[in-house]
């Protein structure tokens, strides 16, 4: 029996009568590509929850009971316990938002590629479920290779027509400008007109905006990079000097300790900080 079987038998009764407080995440675990139902999902969840907030509750108590009585010790432990599952808990809830947002960024970055790729697979006048099994064939298109993986799966497995697939797909996926091309590709197909021409018109689209996004991201770059440089460098730099200067006046162990504490802690905090924005920030 699967993790996820456990908690449904476990939890699934519970679980159907909270659905209704949980519909929000519905949908973000469909274009997370989550492999869940809403029910199964939250089963996860409050099982998952209640089993760490047993495992916490007894071994607090034990590790405060060495330390205190043992009604403090359970009071601290019950009252630990319910704020770590209760973040937990939160996790859980806001992991499927998360995760469609980050298939959406991945899927914003190699859109451009792939339709460029699509418009020339589609003026080989090829089926259009063709050119998505050859574009879900390129597991380097990441998440847009699993968007053309699923319309390939409707169509073959499900016997679900290449337009309903299409119109499927679009609805679920994370990503607007998917879903624009989505419907754009469907539309097309419905109306007879040039699939091949269509895609190389939205390629271009695509491929503009995205020389726009790689623009402002130098402009961020140079930005960031002064404010590191004048932040950072020069002013951990200038608290040094001041501080050595004080110290000497001053003697004292607190000014060897801060200045320890920023060169050995904070900096390089700070310095991982920067290179997590740059890389969040990144369009490539």
Do not use: H, W
């Not at 029996?1 to 973000?28: Q, V, W």
């Not at 007894?58 to 432990?77: E, H, R």
């Not at 299409?166 to 699939?195: C, E, H, W, Y």
């Amino acid at each position: 029996m699967s993790y996820a079987s456990l908690s449904y038998n476990l939890f699934g009764g519970f679980t159907k009568i909270l659905k209704p407080y949980f519909l929000d995440i519905k949908e973000d675990l469909r274009k997370a590509n989550m492999n869940y139902t809403l029910e199964e999902y939250l089963s996860i969840a409050f099982f998952t929850t209640a089993v760490t907030f047993l495992l916490e509750a007894v071994l607090l108590s034990f590790l405060f009971g060495l330390f205190v009585s043992p009604l403090v010790a359970l009071i601290l432990a019950m009252t630990l316990s319910m704020t770590l599952s209760g973040m937990l808990f939160f996790l859980f809830y806001s992991y499927p938002t998360t995760a469609s947002k980050n298939r959406d960024t991945k899927i914003k970055k190699m859109l451009p590629f792939s339709v460029s790729y699509m418009a020339t697979v589609a003026s080989s006048n090829v089926p259009p479920i063709v050119m998505f099994k050859i574009l879900s064939a390129f597991k380097e298109y990441g998440e847009l290779a699993k968007e053309a993986e699923s319309i390939v799966r409707d169509v073959e497995m499900f016997g679900m027509t290449t337009l309903a697939a299409i119109k499927k797909q679009a609805k679920i996926t994370p990503s607007k400008d998917m879903r624009d091309l989505l419907f754009g590709v469907n539309t097309m197909i419905m109306t007879g007109g040039d699939l091949g021409i269509f895609l190389k018109e939205k390629s271009e689209e695509l491929m503009n905006d995205y020389r726009r996004r790689i623009r402002k991201y130098s402009q961020d770059i140079s930005l960031y990079v002064e404010m590191y440089l004048t932040l950072i460098i020069t002013g951990s730099i200038f608290f040094i000097v001041l501080s050595s200067i004080i110290s000497t006046i001053s003697a004292g162990l607190g000014t060897i300790m801060v200045q320890t504490f920023v060169v050995f802690i904070l900096l390089p905090m700070l310095s991982v900080a920067f290179i997590i924005l740059i890389k969040s920030t990144n369009p490539m």
